[in-house]
């Protein structure tokens, strides 16, 4: 699920150091399900490339 810039401004940098551990593991495991075939969305990856993009560009300017 992508979460908006605005919304993570919002939140503190505890949540979003716990959110970025959280979709890079779902990254990981993204990465496991694409490699064995059990992946239906490829597109997912992305999405949750993006998402850790976004956190990581937002606790730099906290």
Do not use: C, P, V, Y
Not at 2 to 11: D, G, H, M, V, W
Not at 35 to 52: C, D, E, F, M, V
Request: glycine share 4%.
């Amino acid at each position: 699920m992508l979460i908006k810039a605005k919304e993570l401004r919002q939140k503190s940098k505890q949540e979003l150091e716990i959110a970025l551990k959280e979709n890079r593991e779902k990254l990981r495991g993204l990465k496991f399900d694409l490699a064995s075939k059990k992946l239906k969305n490829a597109r997912s990856i992305g999405w949750t490339k993006k998402q850790i993009a976004r956190i990581l560009t937002i606790l730099k300017q906290i």
